[in-house]
Structures are given as C-alpha cells and as structure tokens.
C-alpha cells in the first residue's frame, strides 16, 4: 500500500513538472518568432573581401535575441527533464527516435569540433545564428517534447500558441504590402531600435515586412500554417472553433501572398490533393467541403486582389504554373535599352586593336530563382568533405563567390551566396552525409507510422483530428524545407511539434491497442457466460 502510495505520488510529481516544461516549450512557440530588436556587434571575418562577409561592425534584428531566448528556455528545459529523470526515476522512453537523434547529437557535435571555422560552425553567421548551438537545441527540444504525454487539450494549446504569430504578421505583411511604413510609427520604432543608439538612420526603401528575417520563410511557415488550420477547419466538429480556425486559414493565406515567394505555395499546391484524397474516404464530409470551397474562393479573391495591386503576388504564386501574368502589362527591358546599338553606330567607331576579352555569360538564373546553380555548386563542395562537412551555417564562407557561373545562375556577380536554400543539403553541407542519412531516417520512420495509423482512419473523435493536423502541418514543413534553409525564427516550431507529433502517434497507437483488448476481453467474457449458461 505504501508503495502504491509512493508511485502515485511520483506520477503527480511528475505531472507537475512535464506542465512546466511544457509551459516553457509554449512560451518558446510564441516569443521565438516574433522576437525582433536590432543588435550591434563587432564581427570577425575569416575572409578579407570587399563584400558584406568582411570583418567590421555589423547589425542584426531578427536573430540574437531569438538566440538567447532559446538557449536560455532549452537550458531550462533541459535542467527540469534531467532532473525528472535523475530523481524521480522517469526513464527515456524506448522509440525509433533514439539512435537516429544519437547519431545526429554525435556528428553535428563533431563537424562543430572539426570545422575549419570553429566559431563560425558554433553560432553560425551573424546575422542567421542557425549553427550547431541552434541546431542542438532544436534537437534536444525535439527529444524532450517526444518523452512527455499530451492530453488533447495540450495539442489545442499548441495550435492557439501559433495565433499570436499569425495575427501579429499578417497585419505587419497586409499594411506593409499596401504601402505603410511601420518603420515610422513611433512605438514601433522604438521597439525595435535600442533608445542608446541614438538617433538611427533607416536606409532609403527599408521596410518592417515581418519578425522573420527573409519573405521566404514567411512563406514556408505560411504553407504550414495553412495546412494545420484548414484541416482543423475540415474537420473539427465544434462548429466556433472550426470558423476561427478557417479564418486562421485566410490570414496565413494572405500572410503568404504577401511575402511573394513561391515555395509556400507549391507546397500547398502539392499538399492539397492528399487532404483531398483524406476527405475522400471520411463518412461525414458536408463539413470538410464547405470549408475547403469557402477556403479556395478566399484565396482567389485574396489573389486577384492583391495582384491588382502587385503584380508580383501572381508571378510567385500561379505564375510557376503560367507564363502569362494578366495582372502585368507589357514593359521595356531598361537594359535593352541602354546597350542597344544599330550596326551603323558600330561601323562608326574607330577600329582598334583590342586583345580577346574572356567571353563571360549571359545574364540569367538558373531554375528556381536561381536555386539548381546553388544545389550544383554546393553538392560539389559536400563530395569533397563527405562525411563531417564544413560546419553548419558556413557555406558564405566556402563558397565559389568568384566562379562566373553566378553572372548566369543568379543574374549578377554581386551576389553573396549565403545559404543553400535547402535544409537537406544545408545539413550535409554543414555535418556531412551521414547526419543527413540519420535525419531522413527519423523523417521516413515518422512519416510510417503516421501512414499505417492514418490510413483510412476516420476523423470523428478529438484524438484522430489532431493526429491528422499534426500530421499535415509536418509534411507542409519538411516539402517546403526542399526549397528553403532552417532558420532560428521558425525550427523550433517545426522540431518542438515533430516532438509532440512523435509522442502523440504513440498514445494514440497505445489507445486504440488498449481499446481492441478491452474489446476482446469483453468478448471472450461474454462467450464464457454463455457457455456456463449452456452447461448449467
């Protein structure tokens, strides 16, 4: 009795402690992203060159304090589950997750260790902090937030942590879009701009889009953000919640057109027909076929409307389908016009002896706005350090800036190539082949047992809802990341919820296995009656 006494006591204990620890993951959901404040630092270069990775005095808005905010919680974290663990005999639970999370802490430690720029792999650049630091927080978040238990208000906690996120930057993306400089708002600026800088000159054509630092992850997050809520909008059976959550929909829809980027919207272009594909088999889809025809026509006014006003939003959007843009009419090249010249004009000029020039490319880019020359140029530099790779977040660093292929791949030979814009090849950039083998394991094993739960499961109980929605905001994550890097503002998001993901499927699998036995011992005591019944 005491020792049954003892127990209870530990599970209350430890109840207590995973509320906090996951009170602190959502308060990393929603501060992380929307952090945003200049900071000034003195920056040491590995390279000496006249471009923007030279040492010198830089500044940053949209990652040091998003840094420091998640070392800060994940140490946090991190302390309590050890401590869970350590005195109150809470052991790590036994799942596929647990050699390839290994072999991940393992490399991306020592490619950090290995790296010919060690202090560059450790944080990462200055103005992106997305190094092995970040990378292993997100990792030991991920693993942590795997071995708690969620109730299915806990998994609705998670969701309405993404509201603040959504609504904050769909307003900062719609007034920016329609030409208001929120730069110039007093509180704003204030925010945003320390008051012992003085008075800051903002350069001309500067704007405040968002609290992530590129429109291309704006439209990554949208396409996850679209995918979540609409499918709790198709489903979810209280009828209030499901409208919020479809106007949350519309909002990251608009948010995505705003950021005039393509790779959100062809992750939902993709996406679509699997959530079709989902409802297709549900018993109950009147709800699910309101919400997505009401959700396709937002999105055409939404288009139409904002391509009237920018005709940008069609070419980022439809325009990867069409070559034609009716929102756009028809305009001179100002190049052309500024290098034309007749024959006669040539003729005219005096000829002189001049020695062959090299012959340089035309000016271009390569498909996907350039991105097949980077994956090119990249994967060269991953075959020649296979298997611990460069250090993560340093590919500026080791790239051929000089190679004149980028005058036809990326349009100008004053561009800096950054990022690979690509998480997979970022990763094996970063920390080799085998550390991106051990992360698609993780992806692959995860995406099947969503698959054998999911398959033809219907949606009619709160459980097999979220299931579903966590299980269509993961792929809109991990397509779009085929287009675009990790970065501090947005992965924890990602790896936090794959974590919740990951324990939810398991208490799901453990319910419904649990269901089947009650059921067949129910059964097996109703034939054992029947047949004392006969002998009697």
């Given at each position: ?9 530990i ?125 292993i ?71 405040f ?5 590129h ?15 609409l ?105 052309t ?37 980077i994956?090119?140029k ?73 698959c ?18 966590l ?17 501090i ?30 059921y ?17």
């Amino acid at each position: 009795m005491n020792n049954r006494l003892f127990n209870h006591d530990i599970f209350q204990q430890n109840s207590k402690l995973d509320r906090i620890i996951i009170l602190v993951l959502l308060s990393i959901f929603i501060i992380v992203p929307l952090i945003v404040r200049l900071h000034i630092m003195d920056f040491a270069s590995p390279l000496i060159s006249r471009s923007i990775l030279n040492s010198g005095t830089k500044g940053d808005f949209y990652s040091y304090y998003k840094f420091l905010y998640l070392m800060g919680a994940t140490c946090l974290i991190s302390f309590l589950f050890v401590f869970r663990m350590a005195f109150w005999s809470y052991p790590v639970k036994e799942s596929y997750i647990n050699i390839p999370v290994a072999i991940l802490f393992v490399i991306i430690g020592l490619s950090a260790a290995l790296a010919p720029y060690k202090t560059l792999a450790l944080f990462g650049e200055y103005n992106r902090l997305d190094g092995t630091l970040t990378y292993i927080a997100c990792l030991t978040l991920f693993f942590i937030a795997a071995n708690l238990k969620y109730s299915n208000q806990y998994i609705y906690a998670f969701i309405y942590a993404l509201y603040p996120f959504t609504i904050l930057n769909g307003i900062i993306g719609i007034v920016t879009f329609y030409g208001m400089d929120l730069l110039q708002i007093d509180f704003i600026h204030a925010l945003i701009f320390p008051a012992d800088l003085g008075d800051v000159k903002i350069t001309e054509g500067s704007s405040f889009q968002s609290t992530i630092n590129h429109p291309n992850y704006i439209s990554g997050i949208s396409a996850v953000l679209i995918m979540t809520f609409l499918t709790l909008a198709m489903f979810e059976p209280k009828r209030i919640r499901a409208f919020i959550h479809f106007c949350m929909a519309v909002i990251s829809t608009m948010l995505l057109f705003t950021s005039m980027s393509t790779s959100g919207f062809l992750t939902i272009v993709v996406l679509f027909p699997l959530l079709m594909l989902v409802l297709y088999f549900q018993k109950k889809k009147r709800q699910g076929i309101l919400a997505v025809g009401s959700f396709l026509i937002c999105l055409v006014v939404l288009l139409v409307t904002m391509s009237s006003h920018n005709y940008r939003v069609w070419d980022n959007s439809v325009g990867f389908f069409v070559s034609t843009n009716p929102f756009n009419g028809d305009s001179i090249s100002l190049a052309t016009i500024a290098y034309a010249e007749t024959a006669d004009e040539q003729e005219q000029g005096k000829k002189v002896d001049i020695p062959p020039l090299p012959i340089l490319p035309e000016s271009g880019a390569a498909p996907g706005t350039g991105r097949l020359y980077i994956w090119e140029k990249t994967v060269e530099l991953i075959k020649e350090r296979p298997f611990l790779g460069y250090g993560i977040d340093t590919l500026a660093y080791h790239f051929p800036q000089n190679d004149v292929g980028i005058i036809s791949g990326l349009e100008s030979s004053d561009i800096v190539v950054d990022k690979p814009h690509n998480l997979y090849i970022g990763l094996a950039f970063g920390s080799g082949m085998i550390a991106l083998l051990a992360f698609l394991a993780l992806l692959v094993m995860h995406l099947w047992k969503y698959c054998k739960v999911l398959w033809r499961v219907q949606l009619q109980d709160q459980s097999s809802i979220l299931l579903m929605t966590l299980f269509m905001g993961w792929m809109a994550y991990i397509i779009q990341a085929l287009f675009n890097d990790s970065i501090i503002g947005t992965s924890p998001i990602f790896f936090i919820l794959f974590g919740v993901g990951v324990s939810y499927i398991q208490q799901y699998i453990e319910k419904s296995n649990q269901v089947d036995e009650d059921y067949e011992s129910l059964f097996t005591t109703a034939e054992t009656n029947e047949n004392d019944q006969c002998h009697a």
